[in-house]
């Protein structure tokens, strides 16, 4: 029997997914509201949409993958 489960997967792709999610969104914030102001509250919508996007990362990877699908086409 496999040792690791379905949820540990699953929380492998959510560390993943909201990892780069949360510096995505951070970046985002620093050309939004310029570098200092996005440096010193940037993190908290990071957070949030990182924490968001982590527990929902099998709908993002679809639509990743169908973006990609649709660019490369």
């Known amino acids: 029997m496999d040792n690791m489960g379905d949820n540990t997967w699953y929380l492998i ?12 969104i951070w970046v985002y914030s620093f050309f939004t509201w310029g570098f200092l102001l996005g440096l010193m509250i940037g993190w908290l ?17 679809l639509l990743v993958l169908g973006l990609l699908v649709l660019i490369f086409r």
């Open 13 to 24: 792709g959510a560390y993943i997914t909201g990892g780069i999610s949360f510096i995505l």
């Open 45 to 61: 919508p990071a957070a949030i949409g990182a924490f968001i996007l982590g527990l929902l990362w099998p709908i993002v990877l």
